[in-house]
């Protein structure tokens, strides 16, 4: 799923109270920007897309890949999806240090694949003695984690507790997290909403690179004209649950106050 | 599972008349302590599994009669122990239904000290379900969900962000849970009956007082005060501490 010219798309009914999502976009860009109101669908889009909340009926599909499908009776459980998720709050766990908070998914995509392997990086990584940032065992076919700990420099946080960690590296450790398990779209939730001004400049670089040094595809929401600006290559414009305009992000947020 | 302690070699004389009377009351304290906090221990390992996973499905998940289960487990907290211990009998006696199934493999639990596990297991059980599901309900689920979306299967989950945000409630439980196992009388009672060898620290202190031995209730009384005492003074530090 590396193709790049996979497209994404998201044809999905929600109803959930008063609120109703009724979208049908097929996105072909990489990076992708849902801009709306508060209120008008945006986070219950990606919850849909990263299987947290069920559509009534649809299909949500990135490339061939089909993630949920009423008609046919798919739908993929969160964990098999390989969509990576930042939530607006973060959700970094509360009880685990960065190293086992960055390494969650990455172990997990490991036990899938062999049991023996992240119980043995899980002891090297205990010893308190870190060779490499991911600890022992880690080298080699994890070449995309390291890239990722180094693109988001990570590596001298590894140790601290989450607690301690202030809002710019808290935000690098969730995407850190998300990408360790190499997924085949990200999704961004308001990623710098929480930050002030001076910090959002130093981490929109950050998100610049995971564009383009990894390629990862982003759906990414914001509210914010600049980020949209300077990471998105299409927009799409939200309002009470529908899309009202979609297209190249300088021509949307021109018609948006 | 009784704990022998050697009767120190007295001879005859008043003197010694007094020691040994008192040398019973220490090997029975040492005896009816030590048996207690084993039946009460295993008694907690026992109702653990069940309780976690009972608390688990009351904070997480809807299904049909969830409100039945849910009052079902707290039965023992208002039913008299009395009439519980009596339903366990008529279960797990040799005609009940419980009973029946297990009798074919040798494993009798009426009157034996299997029976004092299953009465504390009941009693305690209801206290461990409350607190865990407590600490389950205060975890946040959207850790959960993310850990989902990280690849992590539902098992995983359960183990590596479930539990361990619930531990609070998860050892306050079991502490209570494990506390009201060293109290029970009623049900208890019922099932294992005052067998010597098998009797509890509530029932060997009800025994004494029946009989008039009042220094050996007191004796037996102050060590079920203290284990009451550290249980209660350790669920409230955990509590506190993180």
Redesign the interface.
């Known amino acids: 799923m590396s193709g790049g010219e996979a497209s994404v798309v998201i044809d999905v009914r929600l109803r959930a109270g008063a609120f109703a999502l009724d979208l049908r976009e097929t996105i072909a860009a990489r990076t992708v920007a849902l801009f709306g109101p508060s209120g008008s669908g945006k986070t219950t889009t990606l919850d849909a897309v990263?299987?947290?909340r069920r559509p009534d009926e649809g299909v949500i599909r990135i490339g061939r890949h089909v993630l949920f499908d009423s008609r046919r009776g798919i739908d993929v459980?969160?964990?098999?999806?390989?969509?990576?998720?930042v939530?607006q709050?973060l959700?970094l766990?509360?009880?685990l240090d960065v190293r086992r908070n960055v390494l969650?998914?990455a172990r997990?995509?490991a036990?899938?694949g062999g049991a023996g392997g992240w119980s043995l990086r899980e002891r090297g990584a205990d010893d308190g003695t870190p060779r490499s940032p991911l600890g022992a065992g880690s080298e080699g076919a994890h070449g995309t984690h390291a890239s990722v700990l180094e693109l988001l420099e990570i590596d001298t946080l590894m140790s601290r507790s989450v607690d301690g960690l202030s809002g710019g590296e808290r935000q690098r450790v969730a995407l850190a997290?998300?990408l360790m398990?190499e997924p085949d779209l990200l999704l961004l939730d308001e990623p710098l909403a929480a930050l002030d001004l001076g910090l959002r400049d130093r981490i929109l670089p950050y998100l610049e690179r995971v564009r383009d040094e990894l390629g990862t595809p982003m759906i990414y929401v914001s509210h914010v004209t600049d980020e949209v600006r300077r990471v998105a290559d299409w927009a799409i414009v939200l309002d009470a649950g529908r899309a009202v305009r979609s297209g190249a992000p300088a021509e949307m947020l021109e018609s948006t106050p | 599972m009784p704990v022998r302690c050697k009767e120190p070699g007295l001879r005859g004389g008043r003197a010694d008349e007094f020691r040994k009377e008192e040398g019973a009351v220490t090997a029975e304290l040492v005896e009816v302590t030590g048996f207690t906090v084993l039946m009460a221990a295993v008694a907690t390992l026992v109702m653990l599994p069940p309780g976690v996973a009972v608390a688990w499905l009351l904070a997480r998940r809807e299904f049909p009669g969830r409100a039945v289960l849910e009052t079902f487990v707290s039965l023992p907290l208002v039913v008299p122990p009395v009439a519980t211990g009596l339903i366990l009998l008529k279960l797990f006696g040799r005609r009940g239904p419980l009973g029946a199934l297990l009798e074919p493999l040798g494993i009798d639990i009426v009157f034996t000290w299997k029976a004092v596990v299953v009465a504390m297991a009941v009693m305690g059980l209801p206290l461990l379900v409350r607190a865990t599901r407590a600490g389950f309900e205060q975890a946040?689920r959207?850790?959960e969900?993310?850990?989902?979306?990280?690849?992590?299967?539902?098992w995983?989950v359960f183990w590596?962000?479930s539990l361990?945000?619930a531990?609070r409630g998860l050892l306050a439980g079991t502490v209570l849970g494990f506390s009201r196992a060293i109290g029970e009388f009623g049900a208890t009672i019922m099932l294992a009956g005052a067998l010597p060898g098998a009797r509890t620290l509530s029932v060997a202190i009800y025994r004494n007082a029946e009989l008039g031995r009042d220094a050996a209730a007191m004796t037996l009384i102050a060590a079920a005060v203290t284990i009451g005492f550290a249980a209660v003074y350790l669920s409230n530090r955990l509590g506190t501490a993180s």
């Open positions: 990263a299987g947290l459980p969160p964990y098999e999806r390989r969509v990576g998720y939530p709050d959700a766990f509360p009880h969650y998914g997990g995509r036990a899938a997290r998300a398990t | 946040d959207r850790y969900a993310i850990a989902a979306t990280l690849g992590a299967r539902p995983r590596t962000v361990p945000l531990r």
